[in-house]
């Protein structure tokens, strides 16, 4: 079944299931890096936020064997767990008072997202944008967050400053740092007869081996925006006594390489190229070259000085 003909058959089946004062709607929502997913909305009628569940995984399932009528069940009872049975539970989005300690910031791409940051306050930083999302807490469907626009600074009659001065507050409370070496990191998902083919080959490599750092938050989601961080990059270089190269392998997470030990830039950014092509999801895209962290003028640069 094509995916276009699964969408169609899943929103009639949807359709028999729901109660006579819900209809079904399909959604195209855009996302990071100008990709946009498909989603199925259960309006109620009066509603006011409706929880958007995405179709992607489902079909997958339904090419490995599931059926439409266990794919449309379970798509109702998630529904059923996400939406609020009282819209008034979400009424809070329209006070910034009652906004402001869940407003957090996450780092994008500029040049891939330059349409979508025309409705959104944002600041730029390198080549990158910073932009606002209000969390929602884990009863609310764990990391789920509301993205802000430019509408909602409008509605609560502040500025972007203020929107990013509470977001510099919140972030690291709500998603604190998590720097990890990828030694550590790699041994933790490898069986023990990988994890002594790894130790074998570090033996023999010896010094040639390059330390790396992953560097993100504890939830490893959007832990990209850890760079942010008050200190964090100026804390690493003092660690590693020197400069470092920074490596940014997804919108999750990026790679720190003390410069002493380090290949060169040119070389690093063709590693993120590489990753880039055969790794991460279009969504999940942060830049395509790597950066350079001075630790004399403590700032990151997009080139060596």
Not at 154 to 162: C, H, I, T
Not at 280 to 301: C, G, I, K, Q, T
């Amino acid at each position: 079944m094509k995916y276009e003909e699964f969408i169609t058959q899943l929103e009639l089946t949807l359709s028999k299931m729901v109660q006579d004062d819900e209809t079904v709607h399909i959604q195209k929502v855009p996302k990071n890096n100008g990709v946009t997913l498909i989603g199925i909305c259960i309006v109620r009628k009066g509603g006011k936020i409706i929880p958007t569940i995405y179709l992607d995984e489902y079909y997958r399932r339904l090419r490995a064997g599931s059926s439409m009528e266990e794919i449309a069940n379970e798509i109702l009872d998630k529904h059923r767990q996400l939406v609020m049975t009282d819209d008034k539970d979400f009424g809070f989005f329209t006070e910034f008072e009652q906004v402001k300690s869940r407003i957090v910031f996450r780092l994008v791409n500029y040049d891939r997202n330059k349409e979508r940051l025309a409705q959104m306050p944002y600041e730029r930083y390198l080549d990158l944008a910073v932009v606002f999302y209000c969390h929602l807490s884990a009863e609310r469907g764990g990391h789920a967050a509301i993205p802000i626009y430019t509408q909602h600074l409008k509605m609560w009659k502040v500025e972007k400053s203020e929107v990013f001065r509470w977001a510099r507050r919140n972030t690291p409370k709500l998603f604190p740092c998590e720097l990890t070496d990828m030694k550590t990191m790699i041994q933790t998902v490898m069986s023990e007869e990988e994890k002594q083919e790894c130790e074998r080959i570090m033996r023999e490599e010896g010094s040639g081996v390059i330390p790396m750092y992953i560097l993100t938050n504890v939830h490893r989601l959007n832990g990209a925006s850890v760079i942010l961080y008050r200190k964090v990059l100026d804390d690493f270089a003092k660690s590693c006594k020197g400069s470092f190269f920074l490596l940014p392998s997804s919108i999750h997470e990026v790679i720190l390489v003390p410069a002493q030990n380090a290949v060169s830039m040119e070389e690093l950014s063709q590693m993120v190229r590489d990753v880039n092509e055969t790794q991460v999801e279009a969504e999940e895209f942060l830049s395509d070259h790597a950066y350079y962290y001075d630790a004399e003028s403590r700032r990151l640069l997009c080139e060596i000085p």
